[in-house]
């Protein structure tokens, strides 16, 4: 699966670069976007193959920018994976209830976010 395009949606300078470089390193080609706005607007441009996004975002959050994505029929597909601190139990169900295709927490575990990835990649095809 690797050099599919990953598009990265935090506005974290260091948590966007620990997952960019993983992912580079793992081969898969990254793209960034620090707000909401400019995620789904990458998105719609760039047709990433999957999309990680924080959930608290400067302008719109990560569940707005998800709903947009969902209502365009040009984004509707594209796996979008919730990375986030917000861990607690009624955070992680108001994330599932949004639609995200899978849950990673912050402080990633480099080993189960690949996983994570991996699978919802794979899942799409």
Do not use: C, W
Not at 45 to 68: K, N, R, S
Not at 83 to 90: E, F, I, L, P, R
Not at 93 to 103: E, L, M, S, T, W
């Amino acid at each position: 699966m690797a050099n599919e395009l990953v598009l990265i949606v935090e506005d974290n300078d260091k948590n966007r670069k620990l997952v960019r470089d993983t992912l580079q390193y793992k081969g898969y080609r990254t793209i960034e976007a620090e707000t909401g706005e400019d995620g789904v607007r990458l998105a719609r441009e760039l047709h990433p193959a999957l999309i990680l996004m924080d959930i608290q975002l400067p302008g719109i959050d990560g569940i707005t920018a998800l709903g947009q994505l969902r209502a365009d029929a040009a984004t509707r597909a594209i796996p979008v994976i919730a990375v986030t601190a917000s861990v607690m139990a009624q955070d992680r169900q108001k994330i599932v209830d949004a639609g995200f295709d899978a849950f990673q927490g912050k402080p990633i575990s480099v080993r189960e976010f690949l996983d994570t990835v991996q699978r919802v990649l794979e899942k799409k095809t």
